[in-house]
């Protein structure tokens, strides 16, 4: 019988969480934790760390995980790495459910840095009004250029912000186009920095931003070991129905 970890968080993860759920398939969504108020899911609910590999190799032998697949965020290298070293010593199919990067058109204006402390050193210079968006764990790292006026997004209220000039928005997206040109508008923002985390729920602060004419600075996505990668949930279905284990529905 076939018994599914996803780690989740993610648009993806949800769509399979979903799909799952209505073809009986067991499985457990897993969340790191880092939003307070996280999406219900029709699948049992698991929240918090591992404990690093031994803890995950721990878990998954004993909860008789089959197969497990990692639809968390691109830039949750940590955790990837993670599971890629854990499946390998508990021997459990591992499958990375990933969404495409996002690629310039002809008239985007970006500048690729290859991680977060290139995009710190990035900002150097005079002061600009910047829509930071990064996310609330990242905060710290651009603390040390505080001349910077920053327009931050967040899903969850902050309880510290280590940022002296900023504004806070708390919502939850998706957002649309109209949505985030209106923002860049009203904030004068004159940079957005981004990571690249591809998909379609956040990147209309792309599409606003090329419509008028705003530069980005594009964080790159982290390298990864070498992994089975799917990029939608038929793939995935697929490959748990041809890794060796009967489904059992």
């Known amino acids: 019988m076939t018994n599914l970890l996803i780690l989740g968080g993610t648009t993806e993860a949800n769509a399979l969480a979903k799909t799952l759920a209505k073809q009986g398939i067991p499985a457990t969504y897993s969340y790191a934790g880092r939003v307070d108020n996280p999406r219900p899911q029709p699948l049992p609910v698991r929240v918090g760390g591992f404990g690093g590999v031994e803890g995950l190799v721990g878990y998954l032998r ?133 990571k690249n985390s591809g998909g379609t729920g956040a990147r209309a602060k792309l599409d606003a931003a090329r419509a008028l004419g705003v530069p980005v600075l594009m964080i790159d996505r982290p390298t990864l070991p070498q992994r089975t990668e799917l990029s939608n949930v038929a793939q995935v279905l697929d490959w748990v129905a041809h890794s060796g284990v009967n489904l059992g529905v």
């Open 62 to 194: 004993d909860h008789a995980i089959t197969h497990v697949v990692d639809a968390t965020h691109p830039f949750a290298a940590q955790m990837s790495t993670n599971a890629i070293a854990a499946c390998r010593e508990a021997a459990v199919p591992l499958s990375a459910l990933t969404r495409p990067s996002w690629c310039a058109q002809d008239s985007d204006r970006w500048q690729h840095v290859p991680d977060l402390e290139a995009a710190v050193a990035a900002l150097d210079g005079p002061k600009r009004r910047v829509f930071l968006a990064v996310g609330r764990l990242h905060l710290e790292e651009f603390a040390a250029q505080p001349q910077h006026h920053f327009l931050l997004r967040l899903v969850d209220e902050p309880d510290t912000l280590p940022l002296p000039d900023c504004d806070v928005i708390v919502s939850r997206g998706p957002f649309t186009e109209a949505e985030d040109r209106a923002l860049l508008q009203s904030h004068r923002i004159e940079l957005v920095v981004s």
